[in-house]
């Protein structure tokens, strides 16, 4: 009741002030209540350009005081504010006219118009719109450079019309208005000048063509330009002279242009002297316009020749460019000596392959081998016939676990040559010493890592690196060392060394190994410990103990490892912190 009576009498004492100074200003009572903002609509959108648009405001309202300010506002986001891109235009109360400038082409925008009093700013209704592209603006170039099958022409692009060209280049047709769903060449992308070099064309024959480009609209031409190709004597080019030998040589040709008439002659002539003509030496390689290959004879050891290759139409015989050659002496055979594969423990595949008999027959061919370095025909050898060509031949009577040494060899009536060396290794057999230890496994065709040409397997050491020691990081997860599988032990062991810094501990251990020359040992997986279980006599050195593999039981139980009794031949998991043998292994 009591703030009811003060309010009444404040109220009282305004009106009276106000009452009492209206003679001197009128606007007084009128200012004390004003209490919104102004009410203001958006015109809508017209004159929609690439980069432009109209549109303003109609003012239905001041809110009861001057308007300070009013425009639009516009932005790429819905709800435009002031504190967006605005124009500033006429204030009153009366609607306005406003341009928006400097737009994106092809690009959506909201706007709004905006009225701006002393109580704050009004927005009219929110409108949205889209700016336009327009096609490209393009020309054509003169077209230069006319041959029986192509042109030199183009294009320049002033103007992308709003949108980026994504293709551009000329267009061409027998008849008139060319477009791109004629033959066409693209020539890469962007405004500006291009250069055109249409090829294919049919000698003697009027063509039109026309410029594109094309943006998001469509595609614009240039203007249509005219021309005829026209007729020549052929236009051709030399093969590189190969299959050199001292009587022979191999060469050819491949016609660019016929010059617009039948090729009725084609070949390729040689002489000793630069320059040959159809005169001197030639081939004859039929009619037509299509690439040919020509066999060169009768030719003398040791000499340089000179070959050209010639086309004839009715307008007459074309030369291409020259090549030289020097035909060979008679030499020893030149050959490779395939890689062995299909590797046993006594057997191997290998071969060679003969490039040249060096100018004389070849008699005999094969292989040879030895354990030591360059053997030759006077070790083992295989006879694979005669003749050149690539051949296979069988190595048999081999030692397990041995390093070998083939070369293929080929016998012309001169001598004898060899191919390059291979070296292979002889498949070591289980219980075998061999790279630093104990071989105890060699892996089949189901295996990680299996070749089925070159053997592969594992080595133990031949004692225990450990007799008590922890596998490590009891209760931490070792991200990755889950790998169980014959070929996983070793990714196990980096992963362990990676999430564990215990320092003794059996991958560590394991790794850290450097035995009989050897640095890449490894703590074995699930899988390679059991093996090595099930070959313990034949590797020897075990306990009747538990010896800890690398991996990890699984993430959820973390203070756990699997681990191979080499007594019971169980696998099972034990905490980490105990402590249990270790006999680390490595592959080869």
Known sequence: ???????????????????????????????????????????????????????????NNDGGAKITSNGVCWSIS??????????????????FISKLTTLKPFTTYYVRAYAINPIGVAYGNALTFKTSTNLAKITTKDITDITDSSVICGGDISSDGGAEINARGVCWSTWQNP?????????????????????????????YL???????????????????????????????????????????????????LPIIAKGVCWNTSPKPTIADNKTENGTGSTAFTSNITGLNPSTSYYVRAYATNNLGTAYSNEESFITLQPTLPVLTTNNATSIT??????????????GLNIIEKGVCWSTSQNPTIANNKTINGSGTGSFISNIVGLNSGTMNYVRAYATNSIGTSYGNQVIFTTSPKVGQFFQGGIVAYILKPFDIGFDLNIP?????????????????????????????????????????????????????????????????????????????????IAIGGFADEMYWSSTEQNTIYSQNAYYQHFYYGNQDWSNKYNTHNVRAVRSF
């Open 345 to 358: 423990d006594t057997t191997a595949v290998s071969g060679g392959n003969i490039a040249s008999d060096g």
């Open 210 to 260: 026309k410029a594109y480009a094309t943006n998001g609209v469509g595609t614009a031409y240039g203007e249509e330009k005219t021309f005829t190709t026209i007729t020549s004597i052929p236009k051709l080019t030399t093969f590189s002279i190969s299959s050199i030998t001292y009587n022979s040589a191999i060469s050819g040709g491949n016609i660019i242009s016929t010059g617009g």
């Open 1 to 59: 009741m009591k703030k009811y009576i003060l309010y009444t009498i404040a109220i009282t004492s305004i009106f009276f002030l106000i009452r009492c100074e209206k003679d001197e200003n009128p606007d007084l009572l009128k200012t004390v209540f004003i209490n919104k903002v102004p009410e203001i609509k958006t015109v809508v959108l017209s004159e929609i350009t690439d980069s432009s648009a109209v549109t303003g405001g109609i003012i």
């Open 456 to 536: 592969h397997g594992l080595i133990a050491s031949q004692s225990d690196q450990s007799s008590s020691v922890e596998w490590g990081c009891s209760g931490i997860s070792i991200a990755g060392a889950d790998g169980i599988l014959i070929g996983t032990g070793n990714q196990n062991t980096i992963d362990i060394l990676n999430g564990c810094s215990t320092i003794s501990i059996a991958a560590r251990i394991c790794s850290n190994l450097i035995l009989n020359g050897y640095s890449d040992w490894y703590l074995p997986s699930k899988d390679e410990l059991y093996i090595l279980y099930l070959n313990k």
């Open 78 to 95: 819905p709800n435009p504010s002031i504190n967006d891109t605005k124009t500033i235009d006429s204030i009153g109360k009366e609607s």
């Open 179 to 207: 477009t791109i769903n004629d033959s066409k060449t693209m020539d890469s992308i962007g405004i500006g000048s291009f250069i055109s070099n249409p090829k294919g064309l049919a000698p003697n024959t009027t063509f």
